[in-house]
């Protein structure tokens, strides 16, 4: 599959229908989720490997991922109407995943991946701690989407560091999201975004 077809495909995936601001469910557009996809496929991290989507939403993430070549993908989220969507694209798409109605903090499998778009901590702050939390516990390599805000990156950048990770900032993306959830003059407001790979550090007594 070329890049543009899954950022096509994936564009035309069903979105949320009500969205809930408090749960910060905006979906990742077509073209930033290709983007993080295939820096994640570039890098060995896809194709063969088992998956978790922290955060899932509409299932965006996890079915790229599986479209990619991903042996197994976990797709996480808490609340069950957007699990909903997600089944039903994942079924439009034709490939499997296996989907979890539950909180990221729950989550207990090893895996080789994990991707994800997790809340900003807009609307309730530090509401991407348990995902990156959990991230640094099941899995060695994270690809994760923040603020690009100066002291958005201090944080990831020590908070990675304190957990034994390495972080990388891989692109700084604009993106398009509902104005609901940070504005309410507009119809639609651009952010700008960071695409990190957190990688664990080599273990000292290796
Ligand atoms: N990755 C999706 C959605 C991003 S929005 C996409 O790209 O379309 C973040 C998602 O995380 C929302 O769907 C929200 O319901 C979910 N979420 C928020 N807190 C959660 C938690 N503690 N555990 C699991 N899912 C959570």
């Known amino acids: 599959m070329r890049r543009k077809h899954l950022a096509i495909l994936l564009s ?53 991922a599986k479209l990619l070549g991903a042996e197994r993908v976990y797709a996480l989220e808490i609340d069950e109407a957007a699990l ?8 439009k798409v034709g490939v499997d995943i296996e989907f979890l109605n539950m909180d990221v903090s729950e989550f207990n499998e090893r895996v080789d991946t994990v991707i994800m778009n997790p809340p900003f901590g807009s609307q309730r702050k530090h509401a991407d701690r348990p995902f990156l939390l959990k991230a ?38 604009h993106f398009e999201i509902p104005a609901q959830f940070f504005f309410h ?12 790979r957190l990688e664990k550090s080599p273990s000292k007594d290796i």
């Open 84 to 91: 909903e969507i997600a089944r039903r694209n994942a079924k």
């Open 185 to 196: 003059e507009k119809q639609l407001e651009w952010i700008t975004t960071d695409l990190y």
């Open 136 to 173: 640094f516990e099941v899995s060695e390599v994270v690809y994760t989407i923040h603020l690009a805000k100066p002291e958005v990156r201090k944080f990831i950048e020590s908070f990675s560091k304190d957990h034994g990770f390495v972080p990388r900032l891989l692109r700084t993306i």
């Open 12 to 64: 035309q995936l069903d979105g949320f229908s009500e969205p809930k601001p408090w749960l910060e469910q905006y979906r990742t557009p077509g073209d930033v989720a290709s983007e993080l996809l295939w820096l994640a496929a570039q890098c060995g991290d896809i194709e063969g490997k088992v998956i978790a989507d922290f955060g899932t939403g509409t299932g965006v993430l996890a079915i790229g």
